[in-house]
């Protein structure tokens, strides 16, 4: 009940009521976050903050040996915010990386530790200067509490359907899984359960766990003979039958009759199917720092020097619900509120973004300077307001002081 009067007060519960997928706050995120701390109404939150370089981009990007100092109140402000289910995802590359990984053990705990990914921004690899073609990036991956975390490492986007290549006669596309269990930590003695025979007929591909005309006894074993468990207990046998097939296959010690589960591309049921993500993430499949550009250039022009591309985000995305309360208090361009809008687009999620950036004004002679921007939020603002206009969802701009104290509206 508090909770819900504080964060009415805090304007952020009415945009989540009212469905508008986007809202900009402007201001430090130090102190955006501590506006709503104890809110806990937040499931993920991206970052990708001022990596240290040095360059010369539209925003500051050097904070010397002060970084971490910089660095740590506002990622405990985050972990206020963060909901106990929620995740949080940090972009760095190599300027900060090994202090950030101490940092968030500091913050979030080392159990708390989810991945640390490495996201390969730059295909072709940094020209400039000597040494490495650097090519990539790394993304930490903390959980606000490992127990309790909702995130799902997995993503249906990199389900390939070459690695399904049986059909069958109605065009459904599926795989063979051996049913016998090949994880040696399952045998008999630790699952006796799943240690019986079943029955197969390798002409027809019947199979049961009752004899039956043609068929014969099939017990689980391992390549080299050793007793091994079924993974399907014998009633999912009896009331999937259709899921099934016995086959004679070439064995280590000569032909052998096995039975194998028809794994299908598409499952039925809510979700569909997914497949564990990897934490090596290829520009081919996220994007990179050229297609960020692209996209950023397509919607307002070339303004931006380090955009992210939204596929990126996209993919994060999909690690939790669909309707997440997502939040990014390092901005820039906005390029997690257009991926919001775009994932919500792409599966009829009902995700919300709350972008913060701070009103720094863009470096003199920076592209954003020579395009007529005055701040960085004008650029965050500008984005954001044309992702409303071609993707959807709306969008709500808000100064802290306005963010902070607007009244709590009747709920309808
Ligand atoms: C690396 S950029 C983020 C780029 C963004 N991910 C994108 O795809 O466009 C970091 C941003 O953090 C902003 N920033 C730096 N310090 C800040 C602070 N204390 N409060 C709010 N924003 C800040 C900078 O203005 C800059 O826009």
């Known amino acids: 009940m508090l909770r819900n009067l504080l964060n009415q007060r805090r304007g952020y519960a009415y945009s989540r009521r009212v469905g508008v997928w986007n809202t900009f706050v402007e201001g430090d995120n130090l102190d955006v976050l501590r506006s709503f701390a104890g809110s806990e109404t937040v499931d993920l939150i991206y970052i990708d903050p001022p990596y240290n370089t040095g360059n010369a981009f539209a925003y500051r990007d050097d904070h010397g040996g002060d970084w971490v100092e910089m660095m740590r109140p506002r990622l405990l402000a985050a972990r206020e915010v963060l909901a106990e289910t929620g995740a949080i995802f940090v972009s760095i590359d190599d300027n900060e990386q090994a202090r950030l990984r101490l940092l968030m053990d500091q913050v979030f705990g080392p159990a708390n530790f989810l991945a640390q990914i490495v996201v390969n921004l730059n295909a072709k690899g940094r020209q400039l200067g000597k040494g490495f073609a650097t090519s990539h990036e790394y993304l930490l991956a903390y959980a606000r509490d490992v127990r309790r975390c909702v995130l799902d490492a997995s993503s249906p986007e990199t389900v390939d359907p070459a690695d399904f290549p049986l059909e069958s006669p109605d065009g459904r596309r599926y795989r063979h899984l051996p049913l016998r269990n090949t994880n040696k930590k399952f045998n008999p003695v630790t699952a006796r359960t799943l240690h019986f025979p079943v029955y197969g007929d390798p002409v027809s591909g019947r199979v049961a766990t009752t004899p039956f005309d043609g068929a014969v006894e099939i017990e689980p074993v391992f390549g080299d003979g050793r007793p091994a468990v079924w993974r399907w207990s014998a009633p999912l046998i009896e009331q999937r039958p259709d899921d099934l097939v016995c086959r004679v296959i070439k064995g280590r010690d000569g032909e052998r009759v096995d039975v194998f589960q028809k794994d299908w591309l598409h499952r039925d049921g809510p979700g569909g199917r997914r497949k564990k993500l990897r934490t090596i993430w290829l520009a081919e499949e996220v994007g990179s720092t050229d297609t960020a550009v692209a996209e950023l250039k397509a919607i307002v022009g070339h303004v931006f020097e380090s955009p992210k591309p939204t596929g990126l985000v996209r993919r994060l995305l999909q690690t939790m619900p669909a309707d997440a309360v997502v939040l990014d208090f390092f901005a820039g361009?906005?390029?997690?509120?257009?991926?919001?809008?775009?994932?919500?687009?792409?599966?009829?999620?009902?995700?919300?973004?709350?972008?913060?950036?701070?009103?720094?004004?863009?470096?003199?002679?920076?592209?954003?300077?020579?395009?007529?921007?005055?701040?960085?939020?004008?650029?965050?603002?500008?984005?954001?307001?044309?992702?409303?206009?071609?993707?959807?969802?709306?969008?709500?701009?808000?100064?802290?002081?306005?963010?902070?104290?607007?009244?709590?509206?009747?709920?309808?």
């Open 333 to 412: 361009s906005g390029t997690t509120g257009h991926a919001v809008a775009l994932q919500n687009v792409a599966d009829g999620g009902t995700r919300r973004c709350i972008s913060v950036n701070s009103g720094e004004a863009v470096r003199p002679g920076s592209n954003a300077d020579l395009a007529g921007y005055a701040t960085v939020a004008d650029i965050t603002r500008a984005r954001l307001r044309a992702v409303a206009e071609t993707v959807g969802g709306g969008f709500e701009a808000q100064a802290l002081a306005a963010f902070a104290s607007q009244p709590p509206k009747e709920t309808p």
